[in-house]
């Protein structure tokens, strides 16, 4: 997955990054835990209000963690230099349901609606397999 490998890359070059761990589900016997990676505070903001607290130790134990990866600072054109299409000028949101990783580049952070689908569909069969129902993603 190629977009990964140019977030990560641009993650790891940058001398700030933040993260924020959380949860999705209705219970916390059956949520999956959450975390995001990101070069920019104000992109967490969004994610984290629809993400259940968790504590960092929880995200770390789990067995099959959903991770967020968002570069608010990558170009959109990046996107399109891997095929990717997004709408608009303001990013892409890919996401790889082997690795379960979710990416957000340019301001795709800020499509809520988008990022809640998103996460739904990885979470979805996470959460089946641990006897819950799948959340609806609005």
């Avoid at 969004?46 to 960092?56: R, V």
């Avoid at 580049?105 to 569909?121: E, M, P, Q, R, S």
Wanted: charged fraction near 15%; glycine fraction near 8%; proline fraction near 6%.
């Amino acid at each position: 997955m190629a977009e990964k490998y140019l977030v990560s890359t641009h993650i790891s070059s940058i001398s700030d990054v933040f993260v924020h761990d959380g949860a999705i589900g209705s219970s916390p016997e059956c949520n999956v835990k959450v975390r995001v990676i990101s070069d920019s505070p104000s992109a967490i903001l969004p994610l984290s209000s629809f993400l259940w607290k968790a504590p960092t130790r929880a995200v770390s134990h789990d067995s099959c963690p959903v991770t967020v990866y968002v570069a608010s600072s990558i170009s959109p054109s990046a996107g399109e230099a891997l095929g990717l299409q997004g709408k608009g000028h303001n990013g892409f949101i890919t996401a790889d349901a082997d690795l379960s990783s979710l990416i957000l580049c340019g301001k795709a952070f800020a499509d809520a609606n988008g990022t809640k689908d998103a996460l739904a569909i990885l979470s979805g069969p996470i959460i089946a397999s641990r006897g819950g129902l799948p959340l609806s993603a609005r």
